[in-house]
C-alpha cells in the first residue's frame, strides 16, 4: 500500500506566472516547470531569509523533504538562468494556506472573500478565478 503524499502548504501565492528569458540564445521550444512547492520553498529560504527548519514548519513538511524540494527547485532556477529556457510556475503538490482567487481583470490576488460580494475587491468585476485553477 501507497503512503499518501502529504500537501505542502503555501502561505503567499507567485503574483507572476513565470519568467520569460531574453536574448539570441534563448530556447524557444523548451520550458521549465517550476511547482508551487518549489516557488515557496525559494520565497521562504532566499526571499524572506528562513532557515530550512522554520520553511519546513511554514510548508508542514518534514525537514528531508523541504531539502529535496529546495534542491530541486535550485536546478531548475539553474537550468533556465544557464541554459536559457523560460520557466513557468504551475502544479506540483501544494495547498494554499487560504482560499485564493484572482482577478482576470485588473490581475489582482486575494482573499478576502464573502457570497455576499462575488467580486473583486479592487476593480468590483465578477470575473475571478481561484489561484488552483490560475496555477494548474
Ligand atoms: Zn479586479
Known amino acids: ?3 499518501r503524499k502529504l500537501l505542502r502548504k503555501i502561505i503567499t501565492p507567485p503574483t507572476i506566472k513565470g519568467i520569460a528569458v531574453f536574448g539570441p540564445l534563448r530556447k524557444k521550444s523548451e520550458k521549465i516547470r517550476l511547482f508551487l512547492e518549489e516557488y515557496e520553498a525559494i520565497r521562504l ?10 520553511a519546513a514548519i511554514h510548508m508542514e513538511v518534514s525537514r ?3 531539502t529535496r524540494i529546495y534542491e530541486n527547485a535550485r536546478k531548475k532556477v539553474a537550468q533556465s538562468l544557464i ?4 520557466m513557468v510556475i504551475s502544479g506540483g503538490e501544494y495547498l494554499f ?3 485564493w482567487y484572482r482577478c482576470e481583470s485588473c490581475k489582482a490576488n486575494f482573499n478576502i472573500f464573502t ?8 476593480c468590483k468585476t465578477t470575473e475571478i478565478m481561484t489561484l488552483n485553477e490560475y496555477y494548474s
Do not use: A, Y
Not at 541554459?83 to 523560460?86: C, M, N, S, T, V
Open 1 to 3: 500500500m501507497s503512503r
Open 45 to 54: 529560504l532566499d526571499f524572506e531569509n528562513m532557515n530550512q527548519e522554520e
Open 64 to 66: 528531508p523533504t523541504l
Open 83 to 86: 541554459g536559457g529556457i523560460d
Open 97 to 99: 494556506d487560504e482560499s
Open 115 to 122: 457570497e455576499k460580494e462575488h467580486c473583486c475587491p479592487i
